[in-house]
């Protein structure tokens, strides 16, 4: 959560004067497949997430995304902690996508109901 409340006020410098070295780049690409941003992803220091990931827009080049991908957490377990008021969207491979109505996140979840990713914004 602390790094959601960086968003639109993180630069890359930002992160990695917080975060170190990161372990990947890549384009940030729109609906229309046009880069648009820079995801660079980082080590997460406190363990609790295997990888972070943050997005930066190519116009300014401030935080606008904020991915996490989870060690071990379930659609379950993020509904007992964030509750249940959700959209979802079937996406490929048999995984499903819960955008939260009410919060500033979405869930991206297996078939088996693990939890691939959280993306905040």
């Given at each position: 959560m602390f790094l959601q409340k960086q968003i639109s006020q993180w630069q890359e410098s930002d992160a990695r004067a917080l975060l170190g070295k990161s372990s990947a780049e890549r384009p940030s690409l729109?609906?229309?497949?046009?880069?648009?941003?820079?995801?660079?992803?980082?080590?997460?220091?406190?363990?609790?997430?295997?990888?972070?990931?943050?997005?930066?827009?190519?116009?300014?080049?401030?935080?606008?995304?904020?991915?996490?991908?989870?060690?071990?957490?379930?659609?379950?377990d993020c509904r007992r902690m964030f509750g249940g008021k959700v959209n979802a969207t079937l996406a490929n491979k048999g995984r499903r996508f819960y955008s939260y109505v009410d919060k500033k996140l979405d869930v991206l979840v297996d078939p088996a109901g693990k939890v691939i990713s959280l993306g905040l914004y």
């Open positions: 729109d609906e229309n497949n046009v880069e648009n941003g820079r995801i660079v992803a980082f080590s997460d220091p406190t363990n609790h997430f295997r990888q972070i990931e943050l997005d930066f827009d190519k116009q300014y080049g401030r935080l606008r995304t904020v991915f996490v991908y989870p060690q071990n957490l379930t659609w379950n």
